[in-house]
């Protein structure tokens, strides 16, 4: 059985919901999320599969998503540096003196920024569907770029039908066209994030908040072990942005995530599970048994619903 807590915790002056797994003796993994996500969408089974390979996962969530502080829609209470510096304040309050960082979009722009100031807290890096930016580089699909100029209007974020749908038809334009759209799981999903979020519309405040998409880091000056992750299939970043992460980090490894998009889907698991685990150990020798761990009973696992009821 994983042992599982939920709870807030002070952090930077605010308080975060934090979920861990597993162990705290063993070697901590802390993932960050990208843009607008709560934690949920590193999907249980992934941390409780990675904290079966003697991991202690963390995962939060950010300012404004989940059951963490929540600002008022369009006035962030915060900038990037906040968001930047979160994480750290994360390892602080669960008194961890560093930790295996794993972030994916946005959450792999924050993972970078934290291996550039402050490389000492990090054992490693793992990066999944973020780009080095720049020029020369393959640009968003045509769908995308679509919604992004307005083809998707937001919804009333009061209304929980309307903003499950619009999540969905989101979630599909970043998914992996060859794969079948698992819908109704999907749309169940997005259920349980809109029920455990504090305010919905102020998830939004990530995209506005001051300093969001700037960075002013080196990523040739980068000193942290580094996997690159990326999906084959990325409508927002093409797989070349992931191979020219890899190229502008000293010594960085790069593996593709066959039939994934702009996500981290359950396909993807068996690839990226082995590798995180393998990074983390300071294995780069062929996989061993103890990369592939058994996957946990859920049913066998205990948490709280609630961070905000939680001891």
Do not use: K
């Not at 993994?29 to 607008?36: A, F, K, Q």
């Not at 807290?121 to 780009?131: C, F, H, K, P, Q």
């Not at 799981?185 to 001051?210: C, E, K, Q, W």
């Not at 995530?257 to 690839?271: F, K, M, Y």
């Amino acid at each position: 059985m994983i042992d599982r807590r939920l709870r807030l915790v002070p952090v930077n002056g605010v308080d975060l919901c934090v979920e861990t797994f597993g162990e705290p003796a063993d070697p901590a993994v802390l993932l960050i999320m990208g843009g607008g996500a709560s934690m949920d969408w590193w999907e249980d089974e992934f941390c409780e599969r990675l904290a079966a390979g003697s991991r202690f996962v963390i995962r939060y969530d950010h300012r404004d998503t989940g059951q963490s502080v929540s600002y008022p829609p369009g006035r962030p209470g915060y900038t990037s540096r906040e968001l930047i510096t979160d994480p750290i304040g994360v390892l602080d309050a669960l008194g961890l003196a560093r930790a295996h960082v794993v972030g994916l979009s946005m959450g792999g722009g924050i993972a970078l920024s934290l291996a550039h100031d402050f490389a000492d807290r990090l054992a490693s890096l793992t990066v999944l569907g973020t780009s080095p930016g720049g020029d020369g580089l393959p640009p968003m699909s045509d769908e995308l770029r679509a919604a992004f100029s307005g083809g998707m209007a937001e919804p009333d974020w009061s209304d929980r039908a309307s903003v499950i749908d619009y999540l969905l038809a989101d979630a599909r334009l970043y998914a992996a066209p060859s794969r079948t759209f698992e819908e109704e799981a999907m749309r169940a999903f997005l259920g349980r994030v809109y029920d455990r979020t504090v305010n919905m519309a102020s998830v939004m405040n990530h995209f506005i908040a001051p300093g969001v998409g700037e960075s002013d880091r080196d990523l040739g000056t980068l000193t942290v072990p580094t996997l690159v992750l990326h999906g084959t299939e990325d409508p927002l970043f093409p797989y070349q942005h992931g191979q020219a992460l890899a190229a502008a980090i000293p010594g960085a490894r790069l593996v593709p995530l066959e039939r994934t998009g702009h996500e981290i889907p359950e396909v993807a698991w068996d690839v990226a599970i082995p590798e995180i685990l393998r990074h983390t150990a300071g294995q780069l020798g062929p996989p061993t048994e103890v990369d592939q761990p058994t996957r946990p009973s859920l049913a066998a696992s205990s948490r709280s619903e609630s961070c905000r009821e939680g001891p």
